[in-house]
């Protein structure tokens, strides 16, 4: 596979794309992020210093998920009143782009789902239910969470967020859903929660004492 | 990695941290960097912001009712479910029931690749608790909890008043969450409501004393006192087994019984009827039978008498004797049956035969000496004695069943005991005996 190379027009770096159908990646030398347009990188903003990082995952950390390997290509960070979390994009074998969430050590995958007639961010409830793609999920959790930064490539330009709202359901099954309310029209993400050992993670971070 | 590029690489984070509380000045380890929301000051009891540099001041708690020193130190580690983890947090929570204040303690348990886990301890009863993938299902008093049912045990409102360490969330004294818990023995599934959010937990009862082994602690955990809630019953699995092996002993013996029926029935050794004539002067009755033989080894013999008395009684003084050894064996036997009518209708009393079980008889040929009463004033009476080998004593069957049943009863009286402890501190106490329901 051909990566597209280009270099920043900030700092004159090389950047690489791992995926071909990113939209946006981050500069790893100037932070800068930059969105690609048809001929070139274009800088639209610049990552402030990301908080000390307690996530087991970084970029270029490799895993399987469901007979399929993966690569971490990028994530966007949040926090909320209660912490922060991750959500780590992703790249399967097959080109297949996905999000791998780690709240605290709690990680699930997730792909963006096209169902169409969304509830808006004002007709959600704790406990409502919704059913897509026959599964039933109830809603456990609305957070109102702060857009934190970005690091590596992402499938949609992401920069400029502040507040954002998020809904998380869970199914009987162990299936998870995400109701992100980022943009005017509300976008869900389908998936299921996964154990650490099950993902068979390479290239962890690694902790001092551990 | 193309040629040209230096290699980005991160360094190992460092985990634990070592500052000072800004409100006392008093050392302060942070034992999961980045992950802890709130550490606490354990000399000045400050709640500090762990993501501030400055560790600005949360909240200040007095601990109203008493300082609490965690069993397991901050710091431990300790393997749990094959995963190393490390106590960062503890605290103290409560709830009112009826006017009575319970706590118990719950530890937080720290690993940085892996999702936090806790343990609860009450009353020296511990359960090791982790966060719920599958969200259970609720229905009238129940959950249902990846196929399984959960009986709903307690709901109460649940408050935190210590807390000690870190925590990876924000945490502070004083905060409320409803607390229902269900229970299937030796798991407990507990959901936690708060105004926005719904946690669902599960638990698995676990000993002091694998803790104790888990975490290398000295010395020997406290005892548990009573029966906690999903506490597993040391007798609810034997319930089961003691009455399957009940049911099949019982089925043995009565095949058994049945057994011997059939055999003893060809087991008649001597048989013969008599007939006693009134006028006949009281002592010349006496006569001997002729001679039987009883075989096969020492066992009991069985002599049933059978007379057609009729509001009448016959009275017979027997000896079985050993015609080699002369050996005897006396006994009186009365057969006596009575009936009638009067106000309340018709009774009867006594019946017209009589059986005797003579233990421990050898083999050898004997005969039987019968001396036969009557009142003289009644009609010639005939009768017959029968004399039976190795007949099977129900009495024998009775004991072997009594020492089955009473083991069973006691084993399953004993779990039920079990569980009405266990139920009588939930939403759902059992009925009290005697207690009155209007």
């Known amino acids: ?210 | 990695m193309s040629a040209g590029t230096p290699p980005l690489t991160n360094p190992p984070n460092p985990q634990a941290k070592a500052l000072n509380c800004p409100q006392c000045g008093a050392a302060i380890i942070l034992r999961a960097m980045g992950h802890a929301e709130t550490v606490v000051c354990e000399s000045c009891h400050s709640i500090l912001d762990a993501k501030d540099p400055n560790l600005q001041i949360l909240q200040k708690f007095e601990a109203i009712i008493g300082v609490d020193r965690p069993l397991i130190p901050l710091g431990s580690r300790g393997k749990l479910r094959g995963t190393d983890y490390e106590v960062i947090g503890f605290q103290r929570r409560g709830i009112v029931v009826e006017g009575i204040s319970y706590y118990w303690h719950e530890y937080v348990l720290f690993n940085p690749y892996k999702a936090t886990r806790y343990l609860t301890e009450y009353n020296g009863h511990w359960n090791d608790i982790s966060v719920c993938k599958e969200l259970p299902q609720t229905g009238f008093a129940s959950a249902n909890y990846l196929g399984e049912i959960y009986k709903h045990f307690q709901t109460a409102e649940a408050n935190t008043n210590f807390v000690l360490g870190e925590f990876p969330w924000q945490v502070r004294v004083g905060e409320h969450a409803t607390v229902t818990e269900y229970v299937k023995p030796p798991r407990v599934l507990s959901s936690e409501k708060t105004a926005n959010e719904v946690t669902w937990s599960i638990g698995e009862y676990m000993y002091g004393a694998d803790i104790w082994r888990s975490f290398s602690l000295p010395g020997a955990p406290p005892a548990a006192v009573g029966v906690y809630e999903n506490q597993p019953s040391p007798v609810h699995e034997n319930v089961k087994g003691i009455w399957a092996a009940f049911a099949a002993f019982a089925v043995l013996l009565l095949v058994l019984l049945a057994g011997f029926d059939l055999v003893s029935g060809k087991g008649t050794a001597f048989e013969s009827s008599y007939r006693l004539d009134v006028g006949e002067p009281k002592g010349e009755a006496s006569f001997v039978t002729q001679v039987f033989p009883l075989e096969g080894r020492t066992s009991n013999v069985e002599v049933t008498t059978t007379a057609n008395v009729d509001n009448s009684w016959i009275y017979l003084n027997y000896a079985l004797i050993n015609n080699e050894t002369e050996q005897a064996w006396d006994f009186g036997r009365e057969v006596s049956y009575y009936h009638g009518y009067d106000s309340d209708g018709s009774w009867s009393e006594g019946s017209r035969n009589n059986t005797v079980i003579i233990p421990s008889v050898p083999a050898g040929n004997y005969y039987l000496r019968i001396e036969p009463e009557v009142d003289p004033k009644h009609p010639p009476i005939l009768y017959t004695v029968q004399v039976k080998r190795n007949v099977p004593v129900m009495g024998f069957f009775g004991i072997a069943f009594l020492a089955l049943l009473i083991p069973a009863i006691a084993i399953t009286w004993r779990s039920l005991s079990f569980e009405r402890m266990r139920w009588a501190e939930s939403d759902h106490p059992p009925i009290k005996i005697g207690s009155s329901e209007d």
């Open chain 1, 1 to 210: 596979m051909t990566q597209p190379v280009s270099n920043c027009p900030n700092c004159g770096a090389k950047i690489v794309f791992q995926w071909s159908s990113s939209v946006q990646t981050v500069c790893q030398y100037c932070k800068s992020i930059l969105v690609r347009t048809d001929v070139d990188l274009k800088k639209v903003g610049q990552v402030a210093d990301l908080p000390p990082d307690s996530s087991p995952i970084q970029l270029n950390t490799e895993g399987i998920y469901r007979n399929k390997s993966f690569v971490v290509i990028g994530r966007i960070l949040y926090e909320y009143d209660e912490g922060g979390w991750n959500e780590w994009h992703i790249t399967m074998n097959d080109g297949a782009s996905a999000w791998l969430s780690d709240a605290q050590n709690e990680f699930a995958v997730s792909f963006a789902s096209n169902t169409p007639g969304l509830p808006s961010a004002t007709q959600i409830n704790v406990g409502q239910q919704y059913t897509w793609n026959n599964q039933r999920y109830t809603l456990t959790v609305i957070t109102p969470a702060h857009y934190r930064g970005v690091e590596g490539e992402l499938p949609f330009e992401y920069w400029d967020k502040t507040e954002v709202t998020f809904a998380d359901l869970r199914s009987e099954t162990g299936r998870f859903a995400t109701l992100d309310f980022s943009d005017e029209q509300p976008s869900l993400y389908l998936g299921e929660f996964v154990e650490f050992d099950d993902l068979k993670l390479k290239n962890l971070r690694s902790f001092e004492g551990w």
